[in-house]
């Protein structure tokens, strides 16, 4: 917080409040559902309600806890106005805000809330900007969630079978995870089986696994606020020769890019190297959406790896890569995995096999 305080100068900001749940977490700790956190540049406080009175003073590092009846984000506007009434200055005051996480309908009541004199501001992502990056303890945390997701795709296997509904397994993989101490699924679990592994995100439904035809299985879990993310696809039933070159087109393509991932890198080079192997296979039409992103406290974090980002990478970042072909009407496959990008080049910490597999 002290960095992002010395920073409210240099972007021409009074004051900086911060709406984003998980921006506060970063900063102070505070895991509650109602918070902001209100940072000048003597003064840090987080805001809440009664419901949060106990955890707050217990997880906020950093900040003075206030808790109130009044929603927090309006709360941290009545105490910026009674701090300028309290003060001689008389200048306009800027307020940044995250305007990227905040409606158009509150911040209407945060400008309602303050008094004359104050201007909002929407603030560059100097919190994203420092989240792309991990440090010693947040990669620790990364790599326990990573541990227990993948040890759920054992559990996968095992279930996945003809006849099994789709949410079936994801059922299985998710009351696994609890068992094996997860907090929660990072998102909703996708199995998608037969023609419904070409849709990117075919949430687990209740349709049954046909006799033939490739699996999807994209999972994660929560493990002391970190994600992990996953994907691995199977083929159940007899294997033709086109299942087989499919996927080792997607194998391979996502074994080029993450061979391109080093310091100094920018992320479009690396989601270039993914499609450029695609197109050799003329599979490149059927990959329609990014080669991954960064995950940290969120699934879906900065950097984007997709093309024509500029983004450099970065030792500490921790991104996934997940090319896939999605045939519509057919089947789909994608493999992902999350990589550590190190001082020297790269580390995949998925520890799963990715040769194909059959059931």
């Not at 106005?81 to 209407?108: D, F, M």
């Not at 479009?268 to 059927?286: H, I, P, T, Y």
Request: proline share 5%; hydrophobic share 40%; aromatic share 6%.
């Amino acid at each position: 917080m002290r960095r992002l305080q010395e920073q409210l100068s240099q972007q021409r900001l009074d004051s900086f409040l911060v709406s984003q749940l998980s921006n506060i977490r970063y900063l102070c700790g505070f895991t509650g559902s109602a918070g902001a956190l209100l940072l000048t540049e003597r003064d840090r406080r987080c805001f809440t309600d009664g419901r949060y009175t106990s955890q707050a003073r217990q997880e906020v590092k950093g900040a003075k806890v206030v808790v109130g009846r009044t929603p927090p984000l309006l709360a941290a506007a009545q105490w910026l106005g009674k701090h300028r009434r309290n003060s001689r200055s008389r200048t306009p005051q800027i307020l940044g805000i995250e305007g990227e996480y905040l409606t158009v309908a509150a911040q209407k009541r945060l400008k309602d809330a303050l008094p004359a004199g104050f201007r909002l501001r929407e603030a560059p992502p100097l919190i994203e900007r420092a989240r792309m990056v991990k440090d010693t303890e947040e990669i620790q945390h990364i790599r326990a969630a990573v541990v227990v997701g993948a040890s759920l795709f054992p559990t996968a296997l095992e279930t996945i079978r003809p006849g099994v509904r789709e949410n079936e397994v994801a059922a299985v993989m998710e009351y696994a995870a609890h068992k094996a101490g997860a907090r929660e699924m990072s998102f909703a679990t996708i199995i998608a089986a037969g023609c419904r592994s070409a849709l990117p995100h075919g949430r687990a439904s209740e349709q049954p696994i046909p006799s033939e035809g490739f699996v999807v299985c994209d999972f994660g879990v929560i493990l002391a606020g970190y994600c992990s993310d996953m994907t691995r696809t199977v083929y159940v039933g007899r294997v033709g020769e086109d299942a087989r070159d499919i996927y080792e087109a997607v194998r391979e393509a996502q074994q080029a890019a993450i061979e391109t991932v080093r310091p100094g890198v920018t992320v479009g080079e690396v989601d270039r190297a993914a499609r450029n192997l695609l197109k050799k296979c003329n599979l490149a039409k059927f990959f329609t959406h990014s080669t991954g992103h960064g995950v940290g406290l969120e699934i879906h974090e900065a950097p984007r790896v997709a093309a024509g980002q500029k983004e450099v990478l970065c030792p500490g970042m921790v991104i996934t890569i997940e090319p896939g072909v999605y045939i519509p009407g057919k089947w789909g496959v994608r493999i992902e995995d999350m990589v550590l990008v190190t001082e020297h080049g790269r580390e995949v910490l998925t520890p799963t096999s990715k040769q194909f597999t059959a059931l």
